[in-house]
């Protein structure tokens, strides 16, 4: 072991050695170029439109970015493309019969519901096979920004509210990923939990917060994974863009944590190439001629070291001997899509969650006569908009899900709505990205059904209704008509129910959203809920999966679902204030208020809210239902006094009828003697195998030091407090079912950290 680790360590230092004699080679323009990207094409933004973007030609078209190559010293180009669900090429090429489709992944909230990292990293493993065979060198992804309030854009992109589940999930979305010797870039680096002003927003956060919920994912991913590369983020971070910010890309993420790899810029994030250098990020995107010519000017005037420059220089060398361009791989362009397909389809049944399911309304006997209402039953959304929208072939939609696994479908209504939905659609103005970026389409309004759905009850046996959400990159989501159901969809929602119910027929409602909604209003109507989220290009089949009980849902939420949007802590600091007083153009003409949000609620955010300040969600963080039962017992602690760490066992049991797999959560209860603590937090998770009823399997959980602590503002270190701490297994939140306590003898600090990045002006934080 240890020698297999001094060889990779040495091969290491040989690249870095490597990279820097090459960059002792460079004049300083071939410096610049290499740390400015070699700019973008964006659809209906021309040539010399006078943005100062350098535009090119796309070595893979549809990419996001490349890298300038010097021929001389034998540098290729590489190329970078999005996003976290997939690959983001285009999918059809100039003069060329072929196609470049890739798989759409389910999306990461989906993937963390899973609460299986062993199946997201069969996921990347796929997701980087098509990486690679298509000539790219970088998967902009994993996100892993935190769910803190249900409106956010973007969520769909990130995992969790809770920064374990993000960084053990991210960390093997890279590690997958990156088993083919192709890099990842997670982002966005850090605290980007809007996209309201997301280029101008200042977020004032205290640094407990900051430390314990929103960096303590990007901690974990970059030290269980050590990604290529990070994306450094579009906002401020109390009063510095994080890309110009040292004590976040370089005190922070390389001598604490030990990042070894390349920093990028989101794309035109920021506003000072040179600040941008000092601190770290080395390579600026997409690129622009602007940033080149302040780079040089700030060398030659002597106020960027020249040194600096070499260092990041150096890092973006090393990445590039890396790369399978450096290595001339002959990619395919040919991926074994059908394969992946299967793979996306099993993941993304396990990451469903089963919401309500009263009197086994579900699984559903193939025999039985579906009408199936709502739009988005023929219109399935595979995954979210924005940069992180894949190319793919097909969405198998809800219904050819359903007449794939041998349903029957109430054909009259069938054919009514996908008339319908085709002739809407096709009314919808046609836009490029980059006008669908400003204004995106709203989805179409409901088919008028009046008249229809008491016919309907009386022929079909079963109804479903899917309510569909869309959201982002760009804009976040709203309250009303998006958060909170449509007046028209509630009323579908009613009718169908009555109608049903009256000939004693079942209603189940499947929410086909990349994250929350409101359910708590219109959930007692209906018998079955099942939230299908973005599930990727095989959506339909995935959830007739589901539907026929051939897969046994075993998803949890990793993000609560408040009863109203209000319950929310965060809902009076999201997004926060502009300034549009004192508001400026930006690219594109686009206007850039300056804004400010302040992180009140601290550390409590999702179920550390909810859990220490008795607010009842209406589903809370870690709950899904199965088709079978699982009874836990045997919780037992290797020891009763903490000493460098403590393994926790517990069995776990089918108690049920069907074969089924359970998500085990570890909390802990930490005693709050010097620091104010959640209730309780969740420390570590398992994914148990196919256990058939009856069957029985021990989780063993690890329990270390850091596990224990808190940051510390006051002395900048994670303290432990001693006292008596309580290890909870749960099948949620707040359905814990064995718990056990330890001691800790005398407080302990784990970690020192840097003194950095406290914000500027006092916060007023909630206390318990
Ligand atoms: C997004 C990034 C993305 C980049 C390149 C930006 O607008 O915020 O997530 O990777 O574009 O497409």
Redesign the pocket.
Known sequence: MLLINAGIVSAQNETAAKAKALVSKMTLEEKVNLVVGMG?NIPGVSQGSGTGIGQIEDKVPGA??TTFAIPHLGIPTTV?????AGL?ISPSRKDDKNTYYATAWPVATLLASTWDTKLVQQVGAAMGNEVKEYGVDVL??P?LNIHRNPLGG?NF?YYSEDPVVSGKMAAAMVNGIESNAVGT?I??FAL?NQEKN?NTVNVVVGERAMREIYLRGFEIAVKESQPWTV?S??NKLNGTYTSEEYDLLTTILRKEWGFKGLVMT????GRDAVAQMKAGNDLL??GTPDQRKAIIAAVNAGTLDVKVLDANAERLVNYVLGSQAFKKYAFTNKPDLKAHALIARNAAADGMVLLKNNDKALPVSTAKKIAAFGITSYDFVSGGT???DVNEEYTVSLVQGLANAGYKLDEGLTSQYQNYVTAEKARQPKKNFFEEFMNPTPRITEMETAGLIEEKAKAADIALITIGRNAG??SDRKVENDFNLKAEEIKLIENVSNAFHAEKKKVVLIINAGGVIETASWRDKVDAILLAYQPGLEAGNAVADILTGKVNPSGKLATTFPVKYDDEVSAKNFPGKEFPEQATKGMFGMPQIPAEVVYEEGIYVGYRYYNTFNVQPAYEFGFGLSYTSFGYSNLKLSSADFKGNINATVDITNTGKAAGKEAVQLYLSAPGTKLAKPQEELKAFAKTGLLKPGQKQTIRFVINAKDLASFDTESSSWVADAGKYTVKAGASSSDIKQSASFTLAKSLVVEKCHKVLAPKMEISEIKK
């Open positions: 973008m996001a970015g970078v493309a999005d996003g976290p983001r902009l992804g996100g973007r992109e870039s982002k966005h980007n997301r994306m983020s579009y989101d794309w035109f994030g995107m997409p924005g940069s992180g990159e760009g």
